[in-house]
Each structure stands twice: as C-alpha cells, then as structure tokens.
C-alpha cells in the first residue's frame, strides 16, 4: 500500500445462499482519483460497496484503509471513517425537508433550550445546493421534488460529510445533461481536494469522461483494473460480457420507408393542465415511436395519463378507431390491449418478494384460473415460455424477483406484460440501470415485438437509444410536443436543440 492509496478492498468474498457474489476480488483506489467500477447485472459491483460502506461484511478478505487493516461493522461506521455511499436507490426522509435530510443526525443544535437551529441549517444547506448548482429549496419537503432533484439532495447530503472517500452508484440515472454537467464538475472539484471517487454506471460514455481509472468484475469476480487512457470503448465491453457487441447500440435501426400498419392508437389534443397541453400523435401497427426529451418534459405523465393513471382535463383516446375519451382505470386499459412498463419498475412494475410466475402471470390470473383455483401446469408452461424466450436468469420460475440483477428484473416486468398480449406497448426507460449486454437483448426483443405487428411506445433520455430504436420520433418541452422526425431526418443535435 503506497502512500497515494487510500484503501485496498484485498481477496474479498461473499457468499449468499445459493450464490457467490464476490470471489476473492481485490479493489484498490488512491487518493484523489475518480475509480469506475463496471460490469454486467449481478457482476458484483453493488455487494462489493455495500462491504466498503458497511452494510454487509465480507466473508473473508481484508479492509486496509489508510494503510491499516479495519472492520467496517456498519454504515454509521464508514461514515465515521469518511466513506460515504450515494445509493442508485434514494435514501430519503420524503415528509421531511431538505435541509432535515442533508444533516439528519448532525443538526445544528442551538445552546438555548437545545433546539435545532432552523436558520443556521436552512444556511448551511443552500451552500451544498448551491455547489452543485441545484434549484432547490432548503425549506421544501423532499416529496414535493422530482426524481431529479432529489438525486442532487443525496449527492449534497454526501457532500455535506466532507467524506474523503465518496461512493456514487449510477449517479446520473435521473439527471438530465445540464444536470449531469454539474455533478461531473462537482467531482472535478472534490478530485481537486484530494478525495477518491467510486463511480459506478452502466454508462460507459460517461465513464471514459470523468474517471481515471476502471476496474471490471464479471460474475464476482475480478477481470482487471486499467488506466481509462490505456483502454478503449470495446475492450471494456469484451471484458465485461466476455464476447464482442457489433457497437454501443445495437444495430437494429429501421429501414428508411419501412411500412406500417393500421392505426392503433390516436391521441387528440390530450391536455392536463400545468402538466401536458395540446398532445396529438398517432401509433401504427409494425411501428416503434420513440418520445425524447429532458427529465421534466411531461412524457411519462402523458403516458400515464393514457393508460389510465393519470386524469385529464381535455382529449380524446381513440384506439382501433373506437373514441375511449380516456379510461377510467389500467384495468380498462389492459382490457383495451394495451400494457405500460414503468420507468420504476421496483416500485410500480415488480413485486419484489414474489417470484417470477407471481411476477409474470399477475395481470393474467383471469386466464389461468377454473373454479377459482389457478391451474398450476398451465401457469408453469405459460410462465416457462416467456422464460425462455427473454433468456430470464435464473431461469427457476420460483425465484424471488428481489434476488436478481436489475437487466433481468426488466426482463420480468416485460414478460408480465407481454403475458396480457397487448397490441399496445408503452416502455418508458426499459433499459435504465442495466448493462450493455442485457440492453442489446431488450433492443432485440422491442424490433421483434414490432416485426409482430406491435405497436410501441418508446420513453428514452440516451439519444443514440432513440435514434438507433425509433422509426418516429417525436420530441417533448415544457408539457408540450416541440417537434416530429421520420428516423433518417433526425440527429442528435436536432433533437437536443428541440428539448432545450
């Protein structure tokens, strides 16, 4: 251990039942250096942090931090030590402001009659939040803030520790590029100071813009570690699945003058208000319509408001040429022929303590059901199908849904729906939080629902997914529809220019 290293994470393992997370990885990062760590769903990297952050402990292996060897028993502990962890799932108080959330257990404690010092927290806090160049309001309840914003309070929260090692897991899931922007000048900063960086995202482009150095774990394992500069594109993708992918994204791209079907789907001047005004769009049979635009823009409003989730104030849903005016409920919807993935799928589209037949037959009991008793051979061989043809690890359809990887908990949430047969499929964020790997397969599968005369919904913040996927695309701002491309007339650039 040098004296630039701050901690080494040596021949870790951890085992749980049935599965062994981590074999003997070693892991190590230097004073103020930006370390990504990558690889597929269920490579490791998630166990491997919760150990260094205190929340597992590791089954053997050593802890070296600041060249002596310690036992990280908790999280309290790690925090002590100056290792903080911003988790891809937000650890929030939401009826709770957001100062109480940033210094929640370091409040600032006035001598008289020991109260906490609002003003002084309130102060304190917008100094984190204005750091990171966040518009958001110490005094505000974390429930009444987007996905977004409450990403920037974890990370301010983070900040606020002034932690030496600071852990960041997809970080950037629910930013948008001007927030992205900040955040990656945020860590130049705290790099600046001298403290280390474990980035962690299944976006590589972001990888190779702000980390110094990338480590590579595979099935708990360790690839190897490497200089971003002595490293390309596609060697981390050969080591991250162990095979080569034609390029970043999939090429399924449409052919120009493809034809399309019948209209499934027509939306007339659909209209929330302060939420989406004035939506027309049409979907056809055979066709994939990718909606783009900032987090904020309204698509994944209108798209619930369309599948019965949401109200509206003003419009008309017409489907197969019927005019619905909305419906009253999903039930109705499903009925309809049409089926949403969310772009939550652990809180909205999986019930995580079930197991995959639950999972995947919950929108289909109806179906499955005489006398009133669910006919358990038929559901097996229903659910083994969709198994099968999404490649779903681990392929036992009893397996609980919160012991698997995020690509092939997606795959789940889409088998669910695929269960109900929809003519109609809304996918808002499919492939967010899951790896290369399981991306290409669920681009594979989208062409083929659409080769099967499906009509899909396409919800996407990455560009090259929306231009590589969509055979129409149609660009959302402010609530509103800002413009329509035919897949060979759009670029990124018009697009950007569009949603901005």
């Not at 009826?95 to 020991?114: C, K, M, P, R, W």
């Not at 945020?186 to 990338?214: G, M, N």
């Not at 303590?353 to 289909?364: C, D, G, L, P």
């Not at 729906?417 to 991306?439: F, H, N, Q, S």
């Amino acid at each position: 251990m040098n004296s630039e290293t701050i901690f080494i994470l040596k021949d870790i393992s951890k085992s749980f039942p049935g599965v062994k997370a981590l074999d003997k990885v070693t892991y190590e990062v230097d004073r103020g250096e930006v370390h990504a760590l990558v690889g597929e769903n269920g490579a490791g990297k998630s166990t491997l942090i919760k150990i260094l952050s205190g929340v597992y402990h590791q089954d053997s292996g050593q802890i070296l931090y600041k060249g002596k060897e310690i036992d990280i028993k908790n999280p309290r502990y790690a925090q002590e030590l100056g290792i903080s962890t911003i988790y891809q799932e937000l650890n929030l108080c939401p009826n709770l402001t957001v100062a109480d959330n940033i210094f929640l257990g370091n409040e600032f404690s006035s001598t008289f009659l020991n109260y906490i010092d609002e003003k002084k927290l309130n102060k304190e806090c917008k100094k984190y939040l204005d750091l990171l160049e966040a518009d958001v309001d110490p005094r505000a309840l974390v429930s009444s803030l987007s996905v977004a914003q409450q990403q920037m309070v974890e990370i301010a929260k983070a900040l606020s520790y002034e932690s030496e090692v600071i852990i960041m897991d997809e970080p950037t899931a629910t930013l948008t590029l001007h927030e992205t922007k900040k955040l990656f000048e945020t860590i130049r900063k705290l790099k600046e100071q001298q403290r280390s960086i474990i980035y962690i995202s299944h976006r590589l482009e972001e990888v190779f813009e702000i980390a110094d150095t990338v480590t590579v774990l595979k099935d708990g394992k360790l690839v190897g570690t490497k200089p971003l500069k002595d490293i390309n594109y596609i060697d981390i993708v050969r080591m991250m699945v162990g095979r080569d992918i034609e390029s970043k994204y999939i090429k399924t791209a449409p052919k120009m003058g493809k034809k399309v079907g019948k209209v499934l789907l027509d939306v007339r001047n659909l209209t929330k208000k302060e939420v989406f005004e004035n939506i027309n769009f049409s979907l056809h049979a055979y066709e994939i319509l990718g909606f783009s635009g900032l987090v904020g823009a309204g698509r994944t409003d209108l798209m619930r408001a369309i599948f019965g989730l949401e109200s509206i104030d003003e419009g008309n849903i017409i489907i197969n040429g019927k005019d619905i005016k909305q419906f009253k409920g999903p039930k109705e919807a499903i009925n309809k022929g049409i089926g949403m993935t969310s772009e939550d799928r652990k809180r909205e589209s999986l019930f995580l303590n079930f197991n995959i037949r639950e999972n995947v037959t919950i929108s289909y009991l109806d179906y499955l059901s005489k006398y009133g008793y669910i006919m358990g051979g038929t559901e097996k061989n229903f659910v083994g199908k969709f198994i099968k043809q999404l490649d779903i690890k681990p392929q036992n359809i009893e397996a609980q849904v919160i012991t698997m990887s995020g690509g092939n908990q997606q795959k789940v949430a889409i088998a669910k729906w695929l269960a109900t047969a929809p003519e109609i499929l809304i996918m808002d964020e499919p492939t967010r939080g899951i790896d290369v790997g399981a991306k290409s397969e669920i681009y594979k599968l989208i062409r083929l629902l659409s080769d099967q005369g499906k009509g899909i919904i396409f919800i996407s913040s990455e560009l090259p997914e929306i231009l590589t996927l969509s055979d129409r695309i149609i660009v959302m701002n402010k609530g509103k529809i800002v413009g329509k491309f035919m897949n060979e007339e759009a670029t990124e650039e018009k697009i950007m220019e569009l949603a901005v």
